[in-house]
């Protein structure tokens, strides 16, 4: 018997198995539990064909207005019957998750709905970010226990907080609060001029709140907006290495190096194999900052695959 096939017999009917360049993969939704083993070199021919994560924007649609918000202005949605396709092609091409954001996911029609079957059809972990400020009890109510996982965009603390995203800093508390009543969560935070400065107040923020993750996403460069500078990306790095919290601290894989901690534990040799993003356009890139594109015309492995011929 194969290695993997004795794997197979002893490991819990919830556990997902992914082949890729890297070994054997094992993923438990519902505890996040993830294992990896190296020791097995998969044959090529039955590496899985989805990339392991893949994000999705639903919609263009929000409400706030972000000056360094890289999303495109111009109005857009992904269809319902499509995206379900598509989540049923990487269930079953070994993808283990999604995550939807856009825009605002929480504006998508149907939203909590489109969670819910998600994950009552597939074997994907289901996560989304969002602002948090459509965050409702019955809202979460109703997706409780359809989402593993979710992500709040909070870019400072207090008066930078309002400033930039022109809500009330205390509303934003109180819809953590529902928000914390549905699952396991993290605080997202742009770096750039305007936050640097709060990341000591907002990690504070995030152990209060009772997060499980600060993840650290410096300013990219996209049309309308500069990225982060270098003095305030040198300011952020030496804030990391002094870092002494109670909360995990990651870094999105744009932002880092190999000294930091990413948000992926298990970066595939080959990226491509890790993640791909699917704008509200309905067009496939590497990440939500990619310029080459593959329009979606049917089959999302196929458009993946093209990706993959121009990497």
């Known amino acids: 018997m ?3 096939a004795e794997i197979d017999q002893v490991r819990p009917r919830s556990w997902k198995r992914r ?12 505890t996040g539990m993830n294992v990896l083993v190296d ?23 929000c409400e706030l207005s972000c000056s360094y918000c890289y999303a495109p202005k111009r109005g857009a949605r992904l269809d319902r019957g499509a995206l379900l396709g598509w989540l049923r092609e990487l269930d079953d091409n070994g993808c283990l998750g999604v995550g939807f954001g856009g825009g605002e996911p929480t504006l998508y029609p149907g939203f909590a ?7 009552d059809t597939t074997r994907l972990a289901i996560t989304f970010t969002t602002h948090g400020h459509r965050m409702t009890p019955d809202l979460a109510a109703t997706i409780r226990g359809a989402v593993q996982f979710i992500r709040v965009s909070v870019d400072g603390v207090g008066a930078t907080y309002e400033l930039l995203r022109g809500r009330p800093f205390d509303d934003l508390r109180r819809r953590i609060e529902d928000i914390a009543s549905i699952c396991p969560f993290g605080i997202n935070v742009v770096v750039n001029a305007a936050t640097v400065g709060d990341l000591d107040d907002l990690a504070n923020f995030t152990a209060q709140v009772g997060a499980s993750e600060l993840l650290l996403l410096p300013e990219q460069s996209a049309p309308g907006t500069t990225g982060i500078t270098g003095a305030d990306e040198a300011r952020m790095r030496s804030w990391i290495r002094d870092y002494r919290g109670s909360v995990r601290l990651s870094i999105s894989q744009a932002g880092a190096e190999s000294s930091l901690a990413l948000a992926d534990p298990f970066i595939s040799s080959t990226p491509l194999e890790s993640h791909a993003h699917v704008d509200a356009f309905g067009r496939m890139a590497a990440n939500a900052f990619g310029e080459t594109y593959i329009t ?9 695959a093209q990706l993959e011929e121009l990497a």
Not at 19 to 30: A, E, I, K, L, Y
Not at 296 to 304: Q, Y
């Open 2 to 4: 194969n290695p993997a």
């Open 19 to 30: 082949h890729g360049p890297d070994g054997v993969h094992f993923f438990d939704r519902m």
């Open 39 to 61: 020791e097995i070199a998969p044959p090529r021919a039955s590496w899985d064909a989805a990339p392991r994560y893949v994000s999705f924007a639903l919609t263009n649609a």
């Open 113 to 119: 709905e489109l969670c819910r079957e998600a994950h």
């Open 296 to 304: 979606i015309d049917g089959s999302l492995l196929s458009a993946f």
